[in-house]
């Protein structure tokens, strides 16, 4: 079973400084039919405007991860977190019992481009945490960048959750098999790529349930991916 929304049909606000795409409910967007994807909770597409963004704001019991695409997002926390994330690292935020934060565009000139990703943890009420990696290469192949373990080149989230990263040119793939039962989900960032010969574009998903392989394969140089690897539905 795979489900194609395609990223028009999203959920969209402007707030003018900011520019976010919603793959599930979020804030006033609210849509029943999407409110997520097993333990996955929200993607959202964000564009900051140079020299703007997120005031100190609060969360609990989520893993936020940060995946940069163009432009950078400067970080800073109330565990006395202070960092840049730039494209070719990834950001996990365990908001747990609770954490305040911050995220600004610190770029006077260029926009930043980010995927925002929020995911339920298995537990509630950890000690909130903060994790940076460089991630590992991606060009060509899909690359972990997220697991319960975290590891070289990966963040570590408190579920049990894979998520792979890959960059492609025209004609390059790979095969991603999946364990029975597990669901899955595909963001495309940027360019187009057929999964299981279905063709996608920048900003598109797919709910991925009972398939025992992804084969994603690009249409054009660049095409950027991600792909979440879920436990079964309850």
């Known amino acids: 079973m795979i489900t194609l929304r395609h990223a028009q049909e999203r959920g969209h606000a ?8 919603h793959s599930f409910s979020f804030a006033d ?4 039919v999407h409110m997520g994807w097993g333990p996955l909770r929200v993607i959202n597409d964000d564009t900051v405007a140079p020299g703007e963004g997120f005031p100190t704001h609060g969360h609990r019991d989520m893993e936020i991860i940060s995946y940069v695409l163009d432009g950078a997002l400067e970080h800073r926390d109330s565990l ?7 494209p ?3 950001q996990r935020m365990s908001a747990g ?10 770029s006077r000139t260029e926009p930043a481009h980010f995927l925002q990703i929020w995911i339920e943890p298995a537990v509630r009420g950890l000690a909130p945490g903060y994790e940076q990696v460089a991630l590992p290469a991606r060009t060509g192949r899909l690359a972990l960048v997220a ?3 975290g590891g070289a080149g990966a963040v570590r989230v408190h579920q049990d959750v894979r998520v792979y990263a890959g960059r492609f ?3 390059q793939g790979e095969t991603l098999n999946l364990l029975p039962g597990r669901l899955a989900y595909v963001h495309v960032a940027r360019g187009r790529l057929t999964l299981n010969g279905l063709v996608l574009g920048p900003g598109d998903g797919a709910r991925i349930g009972a398939e025992p392989e992804l084969e994603l394969a690009a249409l054009e140089d660049g095409a950027e991916v991600l792909v979440f690897d879920l436990p079964p539905a309850d």
């Open 14 to 21: 402007n707030h003018g400084w900011l520019d976010s795409w």
């Open 97 to 106: 019992r609770g954490i305040l934060h911050s995220e600004y565009n610190p």
């Open 88 to 90: 070719g690292e990834v």
């Open 169 to 171: 040119a025209a004609g």
């Open 80 to 86: 006395g977190t202070g960092s840049v994330i730039r």
């Open 147 to 149: 697991s319960p373990q």
């Open 29 to 32: 967007y609210f849509d029943p």
